[in-house]
């Protein structure tokens, strides 16, 4: 069993900045890959960015590429995603989720993921 825990959401004009936190528990967190997913109002929930066991892999979707940056903390059991020059298109509820302990490396299927996070509002103002 995980559970997730998101924090760092907030407001934020556009060009700006945030840090999406995410504290998991569990004795497992080193072995599973991370992601992040988001969704906006009245869309599909869409693959933000993934990290592997050991973070030396990570895949980005291409909207957020350049911009947003995953890393982890296995000592702490924490994802982060880190958000840079952000824009209104940004603006959705932001999931953390945990990989199924066959992925090794950063994936983005959303099948790939059976622990997600209770999410965190991220609002980019125009």
């Known amino acids: 069993q995980v559970q997730l825990v998101e924090s760092g959401g907030g407001l934020v004009q556009a060009g700006g900045s945030l840090r999406l936190s995410c504290a998991a528990s569990?004795?497992?967190?080193?072995?599973?890959?991370m992601g992040w997913f988001r969704q906006a109002t009245e869309k599909e929930r869409e693959f933000v960015a993934a990290?592997?066991?050991?973070?030396?892999?990570?895949s980005y979707a291409d909207s957020v590429k350049g911009r947003f940056t995953i890393s982890r903390d296995n000592a702490k059991n924490t994802v982060f995603l880190q958000m840079n020059f952000l824009k209104p298109e940004d603006t959705a509820v932001y999931y953390c989720?945990?990989?199924?302990?066959?992925?090794?490396?950063?994936?983005?299927?959303?099948?790939?993921?059976?622990?997600w996070g209770q999410g965190t509002q991220v609002t980019v103002s125009s």
């Open positions: 569990g004795r497992t967190f080193g072995s599973r890959a």
């Open positions: 989720a945990a990989a199924k302990l066959t992925y090794f490396y950063a994936v983005s299927a959303k099948s790939a993921y059976d622990y």
């Open positions: 990290i592997g066991r050991s973070g030396g892999s990570t």
